[in-house]
């Protein structure tokens, strides 16, 4: 049953209040409704996984009755979404620590939580035998369309992206740690054809046997975006380059800020020229920063160029 509380607007009058409007109206249901307005203040639906206790017959409506694996989850979650509604209603779903060998296909307008901490044995990881962690069946790519991945691992152990992301557009990566399984194998941590609105913030891209070649990888092409994004505060090793962005990508208003980048040949790769590279951190054994503007897209960077001499406080190599 729902329940309503209506706060009211009010204005000083003589030293005291007067109400002169209702205000917004808050429902118990998860619902703010500001002058008819439906704005969400919390998940609509929330479902829960566990690897080791769950059951694909439960409900997952909880964690004593979660379900056993997280492609049962988010079919759940997808067939609740309202394609009409706006704004979105958004689910979520919590994945128990473990190791989940299926490949984390993204849900639609939903917040995926990993309840462990990042390591080995104590995250949830999704760690498949073969292909890259998140991708398609047809592995063209995946498609996030309000998506969130928070607290997860991802381990790779093909010679594929770890992360093999078609679109990912209005979503978030944050938080996760992106893992290279076999040396000589995985080629990058995270590719991307088409990013809009995106948010990839306090990522770990690291492997215990050898670096990424590539940490993180924006194509380019007809109707290939880095448009209006935010790429800040990860940690990338990388072998080749840790932030590559192609020439004929549309990377136009994103921003890549305050990223530690170490031991690359180049740490940012940025041949469209449009991104903005605002106090990244950055050891490389050739160019830290590769920029076709550099002197105006520039600001405050801190690179070592070939391993050697002193940091460069006003920005790029």
């Given at each position: 049953m729902t329940s309503s509380y209506q706060p009211k607007v009010y204005r000083e009058q003589g030293g005291h209040k007067m109400v002169v409007a209702a205000g917004g109206e808050f429902q118990c249901d998860g619902l703010f409704k500001l002058h008819g307005l439906e704005i969400p203040s919390g998940f609509a639906n929330v479902y829960y996984v566990d690897g080791q206790n769950g059951d694909d017959s439960n409900d997952g409506l909880t964690m004593a009755t979660a379900k056993a694996t997280y492609a049962a989850a988010r079919t759940l979650s997808n067939a609740t979404i309202d394609w009409?509604?706006?704004?979105?209603?958004?689910?979520?779903?919590?994945?128990?620590?473990?190791?989940?060998?299926?490949?984390?296909?993204?849900?639609?307008?939903?917040?995926?939580?990993?309840?462990?901490?990042?390591?080995?044995?104590?995250?949830?990881?999704?760690?498949?035998?073969?292909?890259?962690?998140?991708?398609?069946?047809?592995?063209?790519?995946?498609?996030?369309?309000?998506?969130?991945l928070v607290n997860l691992r991802f381990e790779c152990e093909t010679a594929v992206p770890v992360l093999n992301?078609?679109?990912?557009?209005?979503?978030?990566?944050?938080?996760?740690?992106?893992?290279?399984?076999?040396?000589?194998?995985?080629?990058?941590?995270?590719?991307?054809?088409?990013?809009?609105?995106?948010?990839?913030?306090?990522?770990?891209?690291?492997?215990?046997?050898?670096?990424?070649?590539?940490?993180?990888?924006?194509?380019?092409?007809?109707?290939?975006?880095?448009?209006?994004?935010?790429?800040?505060?990860?940690?990338?090793?990388?072998?080749?380059?840790?932030?590559?962005?192609?020439?004929?990508?549309?990377?136009?208003?994103?921003?890549?800020?305050?990223?530690?980048?170490?031991?690359?040949?180049?740490?940012?790769e940025d041949l469209s020229g449009l991104t903005f590279c605002i106090n990244n951190w950055i050891s490389a054994t050739s160019d830290a920063i590769e920029h076709a503007n550099s002197a105006t897209r520039c600001i405050g960077n801190h690179v070592i160029n070939n391993a050697t001499g002193a940091v460069e406080a006003s920005g790029t190599d």
């Open positions: 009409g509604a706006t704004p979105k209603r958004y689910n979520a779903i919590f994945v128990a620590p473990g190791v989940y060998t299926e490949v984390c296909l993204p849900p639609y307008y939903c917040w995926v939580f990993g309840m462990g901490i990042l390591g080995t044995d104590t995250a949830a990881e999704f760690h498949p035998a073969a292909g890259s962690a998140i991708t398609n069946p047809d592995l063209s790519g995946s498609t996030m369309l309000g998506t969130a992301f078609g679109i990912f557009n209005n979503s978030i990566l944050a938080g996760c740690e992106i893992v290279r399984g076999i040396a000589g194998l995985a080629t990058i941590g995270a590719e991307f054809d088409n990013v809009t609105h995106a948010q990839i913030i306090g990522n770990r891209f690291i492997s215990g046997v050898a670096d990424h070649p590539i940490g993180l990888s924006f194509n380019g092409g007809g109707d290939k975006f880095l448009h209006s994004s935010r790429i800040i505060g990860n940690h990338i090793f990388a072998a080749t380059t840790g932030i590559t962005i192609a020439a004929n990508c549309t990377a136009s208003g994103t921003i890549i800020q305050e990223n530690v980048i170490v031991r690359p040949a180049k740490g940012i």
